[in-house]
């Protein structure tokens, strides 16, 4: 049991109380569930890679997105990890491609630029003569200091370099949002336009 729970512990944003929860739930299930569990498990670490052009989940050399004739591969929103591409697909709204980093710049985790694929993106930009750069980072340091390198790797392309909006959430109240949220969201703000 220990070993499992030592598994279980390696997980990301899986703690000790978790581990332990999720071993005894492993004892307790049936055997049939849990033989379908480790198969299910086989089964992703055998078939699912990641995409050789942007580094979707796929199960194929290339994932279904980077294979859609339909989409605009003019313009490539590049984000952290597969989890965020997932995130940006389920709103329905980007119809254009992605380009995934696996990570941020980190010097205090040892990652820096070479530790992601940024010369990858670079070679795509002008290979597939892209247009524009949507940067899908997280706000916090590492975010913000992977897009600025971004944006100054890019910008001698001489293409639109782009960040997603952040600011206060939908439905949220200004009593709770903290100070440097409104700020970026002031910084960020948007015309009204008059609807008659």
Known sequence: MQELIECFKKMPGIGAKTAERMAFHVLKASSEEMIKFSSVIRKVKEDVRFCKICGNLSEQE????????RRD?????????????ILIEKSGRY????????????????????ELRIKELLERIKQDKVKEVILAMDSNAEGETTALYLSENIQPLKIKISRIAYGIPVGG???YIDQATLIRALEGRLPVSNRT
Do not use: Q
Request: aromatic fraction near 4%.
């Open 73 to 85: 591969k003019t313009i490539i929103c590049v984000v952290e990890e597969p989890m965020d591409l």
């Open 173 to 175: 109240n200004l009593d």
């Open 62 to 69: 290339t994932c279904s997105i980077c294979n859609d004739s």
């Open 95 to 114: 119809k254009g491609v992605y380009h995934v980093l696996f990570g941020v710049i980190a010097p205090l985790d040892g990652i820096g630029p070479e």
